[in-house]
């Protein structure tokens, strides 16, 4: 009997050991990806760029500050209810942070993450509002948001006529749902101070592809412009359409969600010109490609084999990468221990200071703004450029500077829908 009970309890024990998380001194930071469903053309490479990045920094670095940060990944396929299903999955293995990549799922864990005191990164997507920091405690979406990139397209289009939109029309073809609506508040606001007519066109995410209707409307009322807020199949479909209707690429611009190779290249010559907001750079041109390279393409450790390396997409998920190993780097710093807990680490978000010569030592140089927090500021600068697309060469080209966005307007939209959150759901404001 005693042998018995020696070999259950070495087999518990051993059952134990196989069904916990990873290692206690392991940083746990989830990859919610989605591989499949409508949207795993974009959603592969994303997850392939956060992945290899951390990759990067347990081989080269063993970890950051000798943790080394494991990343397990869960499935949503883009879907709401089954993002909510993997937070809850992976909550038990005390992530010190979580990025779902999806403006659906961020909303719906804005109260979760807030209960359960973890930091949720929403980079260029997610609840634009969550910049306020005020109200928005352990949400975080620098370095730029979706009313950041309405008002910056504007911009660049002030640019393209002179400083002077007065009587323009600009259409907005938008993904019928949380995403493709954000825009549209401050794209109404700025047609008030513009004087531009601006004309909302929906797509509905079940028929992304059958876009007919909306190109004839496009076709019919002739706009000076089409800015594009869409996602998935419902990119490439739209720059088809608008090749059929012979309405000219370099009149259209769509946010940094319309802005990848997957958009244009089944166009092919026709999607020449088209342009798009970025906040990142593309490319393997930087001198983090050369570590990759040494520590994770050669060791063939490239996450499903490298198949997307230095496209748009897959960069943005690096970039996600990146400025959450800088939130953690900073924790430990701001902590005085390297085993930082998800509520420090938040603090390392609140106090980010990613500055160009940072960048400029992470192989960077260039790649995309500066970043810098507050207790009041969870956004950053709000700055992106625009991109262009050459058929011909298959890249993308930078053809503008990082522009500001036009706070004047943004702010004041950001302040009065925090505040009524606040107000809504009970929320002392902090930061005083």
């Given at each position: 009997?005693?042998?018995?009970?020696?070999?259950?309890?070495?087999?518990?024990?051993?059952?134990?050991?196989?069904?916990?998380?990873?290692?206690?001194?392991?940083?746990?930071?989830?990859?919610?990806?989605?591989?499949?469903?409508?949207?795993?053309?974009?959603?592969?490479?994303?997850?392939?760029?956060?992945?290899?990045?951390?990759?990067?920094?347990?081989?080269?670095?063993?970890?950051?500050?000798?943790?080394?940060?494991?990343?397990?990944?869960?499935?949503?396929?883009?879907?709401?209810?089954?993002?909510?299903?993997?937070?809850?999955?992976?909550?038990?293995q005390?992530?010190?942070?979580?990025?779902?990549?999806s403006?659906?799922?961020?909303?719906?864990?804005?109260?979760?993450?807030?209960?359960?005191?973890?930091?949720?990164?929403?980079?260029?997507?997610?609840?634009?509002?969550?910049?306020?920091?005020?109200?928005?405690?352990?949400?975080?979406?620098?370095?730029?948001?979706?009313?950041?990139?309405?008002?910056?397209?504007?911009?660049?289009?002030?640019d393209?006529?002179?400083?002077?939109?007065?009587?323009?029309?600009?259409?907005?073809?938008?993904?019928?749902?949380?995403f493709?609506?954000?825009?549209?508040?401050?794209?109404?606001e700025?047609?008030?101070?513009?004087?531009?007519?601006?004309?909302?066109?929906?797509?509905?995410?079940?028929?992304?592809?059958?876009?007919?209707?909306?190109?004839?409307?496009i076709?019919?009322?002739?706009?000076?412009?089409?800015?594009?807020?869409?996602?998935?199949?419902?990119?490439?479909?739209?720059?088809?359409?608008?090749?059929?209707?012979?309405?000219?690429?370099?009149?259209?611009?769509?946010?940094?969600?319309?802005?990848?190779?997957?958009?244009?290249?089944?166009?092919?010559?026709a999607?020449n010109?088209?342009?798009?907001?970025?906040?990142?750079?593309?490319?393997?041109?930087?001198?983090?490609?050369?570590?990759?390279?040494?520590?994770?393409?050669?060791?063939?450790?490239?996450?499903?084999?490298?198949?997307?390396?230095?496209?748009?997409?897959?960069?943005?998920?690096?970039?996600?990468?990146?400025?959450?190993?800088?939130?953690?780097?900073?924790?430990?710093?701001?902590?005085?221990?390297?085993?930082?807990?998800?509520?420090?680490?938040?603090?390392?978000?609140?106090a980010?200071?990613?500055?160009?010569?940072?960048?400029?030592?992470?192989?960077?140089?260039?790649?995309?703004?500066?970043?810098?927090?507050?207790?009041?500021?969870?956004?950053?600068?709000?700055?992106?450029?625009?991109?262009?697309?050459?058929?011909?060469?298959?890249?993308?080209?930078?053809?503008?500077?990082?522009?500001?966005?036009?706070?004047?307007?943004?702010?004041?939209?950001?302040?009065?829908?925090?505040?009524?959150?606040?107000?809504?759901?009970?929320?002392?404001?902090?930061?005083?």
């Open positions: 009997m005693k042998k018995r009970s020696v070999r259950l309890f070495a087999a518990l024990a051993t059952a134990t050991a196989l069904a916990a998380p990873a290692a206690w001194a392991d940083l746990v930071v989830p990859n919610f990806s989605y591989r499949t469903g409508p949207y795993a053309a974009n959603g592969a490479p994303y997850a392939d760029g956060f992945n290899d990045y951390f990759t990067l920094l347990n081989e080269r670095d063993g970890g950051i500050g000798g943790q080394k940060i494991v990343v397990p990944e869960c499935e949503t396929s883009y879907n709401t209810e089954k993002g909510v299903e993997c937070y809850e999955s992976l909550k038990g005390n992530p010190v942070v979580i990025a779902p990549v403006t659906g799922i961020a909303y719906q864990l804005i109260p979760k993450v807030s209960a359960d005191k973890i930091p949720m990164y929403t980079p260029g997507f997610g609840r634009t509002s969550a910049q306020d920091g005020r109200v928005f405690e352990w949400v975080f979406n620098a370095p730029t948001n979706y009313w950041d990139g309405a008002s910056i397209a504007i911009k660049y289009l002030l393209e006529h002179g400083g002077d939109l007065n009587g323009k029309t600009i259409a907005l073809l938008y993904h019928n749902s949380a493709g609506k954000e825009p549209i508040r401050t794209l109404q700025l047609s008030k101070k513009h004087g531009f007519k601006l004309t909302e066109i929906p797509v509905d995410p079940g028929s992304s592809q059958e876009q007919k209707s909306q190109w004839l409307q076709r019919r009322e002739k706009p000076d412009h089409v800015i594009l807020y869409g996602w998935g199949v419902m990119n490439p479909a739209a720059i088809q359409e608008a090749a059929n209707v012979r309405y000219p690429m370099e009149q259209m611009i769509g946010i940094w969600w319309s802005g990848a190779e997957v958009d244009v290249t089944a166009a092919g010559a999607a010109g088209y342009k798009a907001m970025a906040f990142h750079g593309a490319g393997q041109n930087y001198p983090i490609y050369d570590d990759l390279k040494a520590h994770v393409f050669d060791k063939g450790l490239a996450s499903q084999g490298g198949p997307h390396i230095g496209t748009v997409l897959y960069s943005r998920g690096m970039h996600s990468a990146m400025v959450t190993a800088e939130a953690i780097r900073k924790a430990q710093e701001l902590a005085g221990t390297d085993a930082v807990t998800a509520a420090q680490v938040r603090d390392g978000f609140e980010l200071d990613i500055s160009e010569e940072r960048l400029a030592e992470l192989g960077l140089t260039d790649f995309s703004p500066a970043i810098k927090t507050s207790c009041e500021d969870h956004g950053g600068s709000g700055m992106a450029r625009v991109q262009q697309w050459d058929a011909s060469a298959k890249a993308w080209n930078p053809i503008t500077d990082f522009y500001e966005p036009d706070n004047e307007v943004i702010d004041p939209l950001i302040r009065a829908d925090s505040e009524a959150f606040a107000k809504e759901n009970n929320i002392t404001l902090r930061c005083n």
